[in-house]
């Protein structure tokens, strides 16, 4: 806390307990690059970092979010499963424009603030992406929350902006069928889950568009 100003921020601590090799170290280093670039209301924001490379130790000083993570918030407040979607598609559509992948997209790493705001954290995993970005074995291991896409089933796999639109896709699934909700974007959600990545959506840049279509559909004109 910040008693000058009255502020709570959150600090995210890179020392590990174990002999970690170096290439940990350079996931947290790849993190502050990330989060450095990012300029979002639904990503959680960076205000300064410490790195002493020779001790392997750093730390990340950031935006304090009061609040609970995607699946409790939806689970207390299903109504708002359709404001956080759109919100999360917003966020991810601006990941995409900077060619961003999360890759570790799960309940935890989505918080949603007590004033209904998203916020995607840990970018641990996150990577700059091409449309043939090769998956390493610690992704492709990581414990995924539902089964992995064709793409990454390959003798050579893939991890892209889809593959990230398959597992957003299916942690909404889950949490939509968890809490039995009434989901106005079914459709949408259905094509961001297929197996198959030429079968979804082309980028979250479209489905942006859907939803930005649907609210001025909705929007009645005045003379």
């Not at 896409?149 to 593959?163: A, F, H, R």
Request: with cysteine; net charge negative; glycine share 4%.
């Amino acid at each position: 806390k910040d008693e000058e100003i009255d502020t709570l921020y959150a600090c995210k601590k890179y020392a590990p307990a174990f002999d970690a090799s170096t290439k940990y170290f350079e996931k947290f280093k790849g993190e502050i690059k990330i989060l450095n670039e990012m300029l979002n209301e639904n990503i959680v924001r960076i205000y300064n970092s410490y790195i002493f490379p020779k001790q392997q130790v750093g730390y990340i000083i950031m935006e304090y979010v009061d609040g609970n993570d995607v699946w409790e918030y939806i689970s207390i407040k299903p109504n708002e499963i359709n404001s956080v979607f759109e919100q999360l598609i917003s966020a991810f559509s601006y990941l995409e424009q900077k060619n961003i992948c999360h890759r570790d997209i799960r309940a935890k790493n989505i918080l949603v603030n007590s004033k209904g705001i998203v916020k995607i954290i840990d970018f641990g995993f996150g990577k700059e992406f091409t449309l043939d970005s090769a998956v390493s074995d610690s992704t492709k291991c990581n414990n995924w929350i539902c089964e992995l896409p064709d793409e990454m089933l390959v003798s050579e796999p893939k991890y892209n902006n889809l593959t990230d639109m398959y597992f957003l896709g299916n942690l909404i699934n889950q949490i939509i069928i968890d809490n039995e909700i009434t989901f106005k974007y079914k459709k949408i959600l259905e094509k961001m889950i297929k197996k198959n990545p030429t079968e979804r959506y082309k980028s979250f840049e479209e489905i942006y568009k859907i939803l930005n279509e649907r609210h001025i559909s909705d929007l009645v004109i005045v003379t």
